[in-house]
């Protein structure tokens, strides 16, 4: 009898060797671009996608993007003046913490900037972002869109949708086979931080409130030998 596939051992020692090579090879990619490169950038993401960082490298495919462990991205700049890969790279270091990545590119920053203050690309929330704007359901009948358009572009949602909508929290109520609100019902105001009953409101009516941003923090110039910071406000920052 064969054995079972869910049987299979996988050793430990195999699992760190591999994580260990992976990590070397981001180690050595990371300073041959440095060497490569003319610019390094280190920016921050906001509501990560990786669906929209994939778009980002495909729009920017003569330059290079490391995403995540900061550490070790850090440590394959250098943080000292005797570890690091060029001269006085290692002051972008302290800037690599948090949802943050590194770009390198030959690109002129100007390019890059306006690149990234462009490219916007909005989603549905998840739980535990801040709500950029209100969003209130009118009173009466309930519309698939909840009020965002006109409701002769609209259509009332299905009567099965009730119990699915009380379990979110809305107080609906069934009316002759019809979704029905008896006051306009809030569903989140602005800044207000979201829980999974809200962002599962907001799908449902198909109000995407998440933007996905890039905001550059600063930059190394290989020629001038020296960072510069950067005054970004793409993401309110």
């Known amino acids: 009898m064969p054995k079972s596939k869910r049987a299979k051992v996988v050793h430990l020692s195999k699992v760190e060797k591999k994580t260990k090579e992976h990590s070397q090879k981001l180690f050595a990619s990371v300073q041959e671009c440095a ?5 390094c950038f280190v920016f921050a993401v906001n509501n990560m996608r990786n669906n929209y960082l994939k778009d980002v490298r495909q729009q920017l495919p003569h330059s290079r993007l490391f995403f995540g462990k900061t550490k070790l991205l850090a440590r394959a700049l250098g943080t000292t003046p005797e570890d690091e890969t060029l001269p006085n790279i290692r002051h972008l270091t302290p800037h690599l913490s948090g949802s943050v990545g590194l770009l390198f590119t030959s690109q002129p920053p100007i390019e890059i900037t306006d690149f990234f203050t462009s490219y916007i690309q909005t989603d549905f929330a998840r739980a535990g972002i801040q709500a950029p704007r209100e969003f ?15 409701q002769d572009d609209d259509v009332a949602v299905a009567h099965s949708l009730d119990p699915v909508l009380k379990r979110w929290g809305m107080p609906t109520r069934l009316v002759k086979g019809k979704v029905m609100l008896d006051n306009p019902y809030t569903v989140c105001r602005e800044g207000q931080t979201l829980d999974a009953n809200q962002t599962a409101v907001l799908k449902m009516f198909g109000v995407a409130v998440a933007e996905f941003r890039v905001k550059l923090l600063a930059y190394y110039d290989k020629q001038e030998e020296k960072v510069e910071l950067l005054e970004d406000d793409a993401m309110g920052g």
């Open 35 to 39: 060497e490569r490169f003319q610019y």
């Open 136 to 150: 209130t359901i009118p009173e009466g009948i309930v519309y698939s869109r909840g009020g965002e358009v006109p």
